[in-house]
């Protein structure tokens, strides 16, 4: 049986399911604190974060809970965050989300570990498909997922809720076939 890793190296940047320490809970409390108005254009979770627990309780989940997300790491820094939002094995697919510190825009660090996910997803746990959901105002991260080579399959009608608001979604998808016809041999 697959597992997680704990380390995926991308490069120039990593995915890490850190140690739950109080300084690391503290870091990344820090990082949405500084980055709250930006993350909150098209996130709601940055506004439950008002103390260090807060951080400390979502790290506790990142260790444990199977499938769940990563901390971008660059230098050992808490960049952005990146993983499954939903990790269905038994219909083996799973969704993919996504975000990073405004500093760190601009680089091609998402796009790199949605390919370190896929190998992860697709090579080892033998998915079949992987989703992306997208606001359909939110330009940058619909960049993120056709740069990724996701195929557009359509438009959920207020598919979520954003600050309180019905919202349209759009749907990506990449399947096991398309992925492997796109890896490097
Ligand atoms: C959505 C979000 C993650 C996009 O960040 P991003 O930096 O544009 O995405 P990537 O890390 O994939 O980088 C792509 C950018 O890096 C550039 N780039 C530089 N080097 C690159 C490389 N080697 N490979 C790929 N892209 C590279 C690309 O040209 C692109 O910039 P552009 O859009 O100005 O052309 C970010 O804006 C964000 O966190 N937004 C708020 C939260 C959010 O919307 N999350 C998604 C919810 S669905």
Redesign the pocket.
């Known amino acids: 049986m697959a597992e997680f890793p704990k380390r995926i190296d991308c490069g120039d940047c990593e995915l890490v399911k850190p140690e739950v320490t109080f300084s690391k809970s503290q870091e990344f409390f820090d990082v949405i604190v500084k980055n709250k108005e ?2 909150l ?3 709601d979770w940055p506004n439950y974060y008002s103390k260090p627990e807060d951080a400390y309780n979502y790290l506790k989940t990142v260790e444990n809970v199977k499938g769940s997300s990563y901390l971008i790491q660059v230098d050992g820094k808490i960049v ?1 965050g990146h993983g499954f939002v939903n990790f269905n094995e038994e219909y083996k697919f799973a969704e993919l ?4 510190a405004p500093d ?9 570990g949605i390919a370190a996910l896929e190998n992860l997803a697709f090579g080892q746990f033998g998915l079949n498909r992987l989703q ?4 359909t105002e ?1 330009v ?2 619909q ?2 997922a056709v ?1 990724a080579g996701y195929v557009k399959e359509g438009i959920l009608r207020h598919g979520y809720v954003l600050h309180g608001a019905p919202r349209d979604v759009i749907v990506y998808s990449k399947l096991k076939s398309e992925w492997e016809k796109g890896k490097v041999k």
């Open positions: 930006f993350l254009e098209w996130l952005g989300g996504y975000w990073l760190f825009n601009g680089r091609g660090l998402v796009v790199r992306i959901k997208v606001d939110n940058k991260s960049a993120v740069r």
